[in-house]
């Protein structure tokens, strides 16, 4: 199994800054691409930004310039730098990851069970 363990959310007032971590541990041979998304109430979950086993990113246009993804493919783990935060970007906020388990196993999309973003003054 592949485990997605999330951490950094919390609670900030606009214009404040967070960085969530994202950790990939359990059985793990190769990690494609790795990304973050969120669902606030009421809404669809949305991507918010991805990157790639090379480095390669993208950012929704909602948190370009505000967001910054990175990751560390030593130590399997993704980060989402967030400045100037807004109201609307409170949301759950997911880790994603297409990892494959053995050299002849499939591609899967594994989940983190989510870090709450709260950004209210």
Known sequence: QVRLVESGGGLVQPGGSLRLSCSASGT?????TMGWYRQAPG????SVASIS??????????????FTISRDN???TVYLQMNSLKPEDTA???CNAL???SRSGSWYDYW????????SS
């Not at 983190?112 to 950004?119: F, I, L, N, R, S």
């Open 28 to 32: 793990i041979f190769s990690i494609n």
């Open 53 to 66: 086993s090379e480095g390669s990113t993208d950012h929704a246009d909602s948190v370009k310039g505000r």
């Open 74 to 76: 030593d130590k399997n």
């Open 43 to 46: 809404k669809e979950r949305e």
């Open 99 to 101: 990892a494959k388990r």
């Open 112 to 119: 983190g069970q989510g870090t709450q973003v709260t950004v």
């Open 92 to 94: 759950v906020y997911y």
